[in-house]
């Protein structure tokens, strides 16, 4: 019984792994410049505003990590 027990837990992951198996290889890997190679020049520049605008919240990402407590806390208004 421990025997069978432990062959039924053995099958999910060699499931699991049998069937990540067979979608990688089923799928070829896409250079990413092939992605915007038939874009419109709409969609080149409404990817280029938004790239502009992740990096821009990247920017203000960063610079919130590297204020002090004391810097974040400057901005907070407490309303009673």
């Not at 992951?13 to 067979?22: D, E, R, S």
Request: net charge negative.
């Amino acid at each position: 019984m421990e025997n069978l027990k432990m062959r039924h837990l053995l099958a999910i992951p060699a499931i699991v792994i049998a069937v990540t198996a067979c979608a990688n290889r089923c799928t070829e890997p896409v250079p990413a410049w092939s992605l915007y190679q038939n874009e419109t020049s709409q969609q080149g520049l409404m990817r280029e505003q938004q790239n502009a605008a992740d990096f821009a919240v990247l920017q203000a990402e960063k610079a919130y990590e590297r204020m002090s407590d004391k810097e974040r806390m400057k901005g907070v208004v407490y309303e009673n």
